[in-house]
Structures are given as C-alpha cells and as structure tokens.
C-alpha cells in the first residue's frame, strides 16, 4: 500500500526531503515503515532523538496499523515557542 | 482563533479577538527571539512547522484550557520562517471572567505548545546553527 | 513607565516599550470591564485616582517586581474616568529572558495595584450605582 | 499649620469636596487632623471602611505627625485593577 510521508526539521535536513511517497505491505505498523525508511535513508538510523510519530495529524504509538494513503510524520523534540 | 503564519503577528488583533462582554481580564504571552542562548550570541530563530497538524494541536489546546478553566476565549499565533531578535514568534491572548483563570490557561497553553504542538527552532548563532531540542542527551533549552 | 492616563490605553506601545533583545518572553494583563458583577448588570466603571501617588506606587511595584524577579522592563498604565464594557482599564506588560519570571511578575503587579494603588472604582450599574470595596463589611469584588 | 488635604471616591463625595486647606495646631497628628475634619464635615464620621492615610504621597500612620504644607490625603479602600 501507498503512504505519505512527512519529514521535518533535522530529519528533513538528515532524509535530504520533505515528503516522500513509500510503497509497504499491507499490515504495516508505523515502527516498521520507520525500518524500511531508515533502510532507504541511512542517515535517518542514528537513535539520537525521543522520535514521536503522527498518522493523519493524530500522535499514534509505533504499534498503530497503517491503511492505504496515510499520511505519516515523523516528529523530533519540538521547540516550538 | 489558532493559526500557524509566515509574517508578523498582530497582538491588537489576537486580543480584539478574545475580547468579550463577560471578560474582566486578558492575559497575553508573546515569545520573542533573545539575542542570546546557552552562551551563544544569536543572531535569529528559523522555525518549520508542519502546519496543518500543528493548528490542530493548537486549537486541541484551546478545547482543553476551556476544560480546565473558565475562560471566555483563546487564540493562539505561532509564526515560523526566520523571527529576529525581538520579534514574536508566538502569541497567545485568553479572556475570563476573572483573572486568575486568564493567567492559568495562558501559562498552560505555552507549556503544551513547547511540549506537543509539531513545531521546531533553528537557532542561528555567530559561528553555526542548530535545532533546538535535538542536540543528543541535552534537555530542550527554557525560555 | 508607570502612567495614570484619562484616554485609552494603547496595548502595542507599553509592549514595544518593555520589548527587549535580552528578552525572550513578555507578559501582559489587561483588565478590561465586565458587563456584569455580583449578580448587577453593569453598564459602565468609572476610575478616580490621586494620580501622583499612584504614578508613584505603580513605580514602587515595578521596582519591587525587579528585586524579586529576573525581568529586563515593566509597563502599568491605568485609566481613569469612564471605561465601558470591553474596553481596559489597566494594563500590565513585563518582559525577561525566562517566561516565568514574566508571568510572576505580571501577576504580582496586578495584586499589588489591587492591593496599594490609589484608585477607586465606582461600578455604575442598571439600578444605581457603588463605588467598589467600600461596601460596608464586604471584601472586595475580585475580577 | 496649614495643611492641604485631599479627599478621593467616596470621602470626596461624602465631604462635598475634593481638596481642602485646612488650619491645625503645631504638633497634630493625622488622626488628630481626621478627627478635626470629622467634626467639619459630618457626613465623614461613619467610621465603615478602613481608612489608609498619605502624607506627601507616602503611606503613614495615623499616629504621624504634621508639618506646615504637608498634603495629607485620607485613602478609602482602593479598587483599581
């Protein structure tokens, strides 16, 4: 199945893009998308950062099952302020 | 009112907003960009957001702050791009009948902003430039 | 600046005044009056002061908020006369590095005018009208 | 001495005046002055608030003592804010 992704701020800067569509098997968790991407952007790997993760807007736990065109973010520390 | 925009924010206008009848008080926080941080001479603040989510996460705020207290209405602006020194990049305005709900809900909307709302600093100082939060092991630096 | 004034109060300029490079966080309060009080349906406040003194212990509660608190500036201006439902009487803008010393500080300042300054309001309300806190044997309304 | 003497709110409104000049003898005291006034200005003698007194623009107590020109200002409960 087809999901949107969104990066931001460092990993924006460490994917070298914003937005990116990934094709991954039906039954995906967020937590395996997260593998597949650091797979394909080897600079996402270092577990440097408490990562959060949004599905259509909404903050989900890793384990959260994704659907057909989801739009999922990744999201570093905010700082918002 | 909950918005993420790219140019100055107008706190008459935030505070036009929140202004009401049942109101005897209003309490404004505006963020502004400081010179200096940590040690590090600034020179401006760059900040990303991922808007859609974040004026939900603001207006999901609001919903909670009218929870928690009675207040008559909030409105939150967070800008992103570059903010230089002394420019907000954020302001919040709520009213209430009474003070003390006013203070509290605005002291709780910026502490939810710096801990939930997808929105991120670059801080651009003499000699480099880094985002805020992120530095591995160190804690998100205070305002 | 600690100012007693006759005409509106402009927000932006005590905002500008207090706006500061060493400051990453101001905090304002504006008391604005209610349409309503202890059950009266209020049409209108009018302030009186001794604006000399209370010029001078608005300044008095800016130094006092300096010694404990770490804050760069603070604006008071409050209105006398008439001031009609929405529109302020009092505002309070405080900047500092931190946001915490500007919320506190704000706050301690609007209890102090509370508290020392002296101003009187008269609330007049559909029925009549009182001045505020001198209500034989009643504590003073809180807003 | 003469002493100028300042009524605001609901004091003015109860002595029908705003601003006196008011003669004592050396050596009174600010009560001493507020007794004087009571007995002037009778509508001032209810004693049903508590009263805080200015001397020059400073807060005093009663016990206070005047001197020649001193503006004396007798402070109802306050309600700014």
Same mark, same amino acid.
């Given at each position: 199945m087809k999901i949107k992704v969104k990066f931001f701020a460092i990993l924006r800067e460490r994917a070298g893009v914003g937005e990116v569509t990934k094709e991954i098997p039906e039954g995906s968790t967020v937590a395996d998308l997260w593998q597949a991407l650091k797979n394909e952007y080897?600079?996402?790997?270092?577990?440097d950062m408490r990562l959060l993760y949004a599905v259509n807007r909404n903050y989900v736990n890793p384990d959260h099952a994704l659907k057909e065109r989801d739009e999922v973010a990744f999201v570093p520390p905010v700082s918002g302020g | 009112m909950f918005r993420v925009v790219r140019e100055p924010i107008n706190l008459q206008e935030l505070v036009t907003y929140v202004t009401?009848?049942?109101?005897g008080a209003i309490a404004t926080f505006i963020g502004t960009t400081r010179n200096n941080n940590e040690g590090r001479k600034v020179i401006a603040l760059d900040y990303e957001a991922y808007p859609e989510m974040a004026e939900k996460e603001l207006a999901r705020i609001g919903e909670e702050a009218k929870r928690n207290w009675k207040i008559e209405r909030m409105a939150i602006t967070h800008r992103i791009g570059p903010v230089q020194i002394t420019e907000p990049s954020v302001i919040i305005a709520v009213s209430a009948a009474h003070r003390d709900d006013a203070f509290q809900a605005c002291r709780f909307a910026i502490e939810e902003i710096k801990k939930t709302v997808p929105i991120w600093k670059k801080e651009v100082f003499e000699g480099g430039e880094v985002w805020i939060g #992120?530095? #591995?092991?160190q804690p998100l630096a205070g305002r």
């Open positions: 080897p600079k996402l790997a270092p577990v | 009401h009848p049942s109101a #992120t530095q #591995t092991g």
